[in-house]
């Protein structure tokens, strides 16, 4: 069992930045696909930015070049540095885990997602 507890979140100007972090305990970190999913009002739950037990990135076409992942297997954490923010980028950020790739190119599957944190709120305004 996995188990992903976040925080980070708050409220900021659009232009402003963000970091956040995902602590996760249960299992051997190194080997989980991990990444953040994030959901507006109204909206579905959309694939943000993931990384590979190896290091590899992939990006949402929406944050490309604004927002980076990374992790550190020493602390078992998870961040997402997220830069020049927008009112879009407005949404409930969750981290995720799994023992398996839950995204491929710029498809994102988070029915396939095992793990997930509690999610934790970015709000940016205009």
């Known amino acids: 069992q996995v188990q992903l507890v976040e925080s980070g979140g708050g409220s900021v100007q659009a232009g402003g930045s963000l970091r956040l972090s995902c602590a996760a305990s249960?299992?051997?970190?190194?080997?989980?696909?991990m990444g953040w999913f994030r959901q507006g009002p109204g909206k579905e739950r959309e694939g943000v930015a993931a990384?590979?037990?190896?290091?590899?990135?992939s990006y949402a076409d929406s944050v490309k070049g604004r927002f980076t992942i990374s992790k550190d297997n020493a602390k078992n954490s998870l961040y997402l540095q997220m830069n020049s923010l927008k009112p879009e980028d407005t949404a409930m950020y969750y981290c995720?885990?799994?023992?398996?790739?839950?995204?491929?190119?710029?498809?994102?599957?988070?029915?396939?997602?095992?793990?997930w944190g509690q999610g934790t709120q970015v709000t940016v305004s205009s």
């Open positions: 249960g299992y051997t970190y190194n080997s989980l696909f």
């Open positions: 990384i590979d037990s190896d290091g590899s990135t």
């Open positions: 995720a885990a799994d023992h398996y790739r839950f995204w491929f190119g710029n498809s994102w599957y988070p029915r396939s997602v095992g793990y």
